[in-house]
């Protein structure tokens, strides 16, 4: 657990295909202050519009998570929040030059390279947790997404696809920044040919290719370099799991049990979070931290 919360060191410039429009999309990290939380930017717009990263103004459509305020909206948000839950990032202006984030190869691989590149900055204000102190379960007619008191960020997920290349697969993973990194943040999306296809006939998806997500036909995979690893759809669920749950503003502390779940679920289980205040508390919270001069650092950042 991290007892301060953090930034970046730096401003980072990111730019990549746009899959929805087929536009180059630009997207800004800026630093920000403590205490200001994530908040996502439409930079194209004028004035722009700023939409903060919470429960309340978060989507999910089928194979995406969207940030939306009013008739503006950001798509695709699900694998930068995974980087920044996983790298332990707390404030952050993210600025969007267009309706979508850019997938890049599919993964949160860019984003967790443009972040330990500059490195994060320290903030001298408590990083508060989510703690969950009561089980909580929701449904749907496919799976369950399970939460329960633990000390830190337990991950458990399946998936079943009746696919050859697929099938059932199971991963199980006790989060920390260094296994974030190294377990899931290469973990790339995958998608259908034959729904691809349908996509593009409809005008819905304009850009996108082998080289932003895992693509298979009816019997394999059709990138030619194969999986990164074999349980490579898997991992990647457990990515958007941890991107998912950023959408609580907050880190969580309890063990996730994910059933083939989807975005729709995992925003049913942070909203049910949310809501269900006797079932957690802030940790640490204000009342009980003890005040002590060794954590008054004498510059504040
Ligand atoms: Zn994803």
Same mark, same amino acid.
């Given at each position: 657990?991290?007892?301060?919360? /953090?930034?970046? &060191? !730096?401003?980072?410039?990111?730019?990549?295909? @746009?899959?929805?429009?087929?536009?180059?999309?630009?997207?800004?990290?800026?630093?920000?202050?403590?205490?200001?939380?994530?908040?996502?930017?439409?930079?194209?717009?004028?004035? *722009?519009?700023?939409?903060?990263?919470?429960?309340?103004?978060?989507?999910?459509?089928?194979?995406?998570?969207?940030?939306?305020? @009013?008739?503006?909206?950001?798509?695709?948000?699900?694998?930068?929040?995974?980087?920044?839950?996983?790298?332990?990032?707390?404030? +952050?202006?993210?600025?969007?030059?267009?309706?979508?984030?850019?997938?890049?190869?599919? #993964?949160?691989?860019?984003?967790?390279?443009?972040?330990?590149?500059?490195?994060?900055?320290?903030?001298?204000?408590?990083?508060?947790?989510?703690?969950?102190?009561?089980?909580?379960?929701?449904?749907?007619?496919?799976?369950?997404?399970?939460?329960?008191?633990?000390?830190?960020?337990?991950?458990?997920?399946?998936?079943?696809? *009746?696919?050859?290349?697929?099938?059932?697969?199971?991963?199980?993973?006790? +989060?920390?920044?260094?296994?974030?990194?190294?377990?899931?943040?290469?973990?790339?999306?995958?998608?259908?040919?034959?729904? +691809?296809?349908?996509?593009?006939?409809?005008?819905?998806?304009?850009?996108? #290719?082998?080289?932003?997500?895992?693509?298979?036909? !009816? /019997?394999?995979?059709?990138?030619?370099?194969?999986?990164?690893?074999?349980?490579?759809?898997?991992?990647?669920?457990?990515?958007?799991?941890? @991107?998912?749950?950023? +959408?609580?503003?907050? *880190?969580?502390?309890?063990?996730?049990?994910?059933?083939?779940?989807?975005?729709?679920?995992?925003?049913? &289980?942070?909203?049910?979070?949310?809501?269900?205040?006797?079932?957690?508390?802030?940790?640490?919270?204000?009342?009980?931290?003890?005040?002590?001069?060794?954590?008054?650092? &004498?510059?504040?950042?």
């Amino acid at each position: 657990m991290e007892l301060f919360q /953090h930034t970046l &060191a !730096q401003k980072i410039t990111l730019e990549g295909e @746009g899959v929805l429009s087929g536009e180059r999309i630009r997207v800004e990290l800026c630093p920000a202050p403590p205490n200001h939380g994530l908040v996502i930017e439409r930079a194209d717009l004028n004035p *722009p519009v700023r939409i903060p990263v919470r429960p309340e103004n978060a989507l999910a459509v089928p194979g995406a998570m969207v940030l939306a305020r @009013g008739p503006y909206r950001v798509v695709y948000v699900e694998h930068l929040l995974a980087a920044l839950n996983g790298l332990a990032v707390d404030n +952050l202006l993210i600025r969007v030059f267009g309706e979508e984030l850019p997938l890049f190869d599919g #993964s949160a691989k860019n984003y967790v390279e443009a972040i330990l590149g500059v490195g994060r900055r320290p903030q001298w204000s408590l990083r508060r947790y989510i703690r969950l102190e009561e089980e909580i379960v929701v449904r749907d007619e496919k799976g369950f997404v399970a939460l329960r008191p633990a000390e830190g960020l337990h991950l458990s997920c399946v998936i079943e696809f *009746p696919h050859p290349a697929i099938g059932r697969q199971e991963f199980r993973l006790d +989060l920390s920044q260094e296994r974030f990194v190294s377990e899931l943040s290469f973990a790339r999306t995958f998608a259908f040919l034959d729904d +691809l296809v349908a996509l593009r006939k409809s005008g819905a998806l304009r850009g996108g #290719s082998l080289e932003n997500a895992i693509v298979l036909d !009816q /019997h394999r995979v059709l990138n030619p370099d194969g999986l990164r690893t074999p349980d490579e759809f898997v991992r990647h669920k457990a990515l958007d799991l941890v @991107g998912d749950l950023y +959408l609580l503003g907050a *880190p969580l502390l309890a063990e996730v049990e994910a059933q083939k779940a989807s975005h729709r679920l995992h925003l049913d &289980a942070v909203k049910a979070v949310w809501e269900a205040v006797y079932a957690w508390r802030w940790y640490p919270s204000p009342a009980k931290v003890p005040f002590s001069p060794a954590l008054q650092p &004498a510059m504040a950042v």
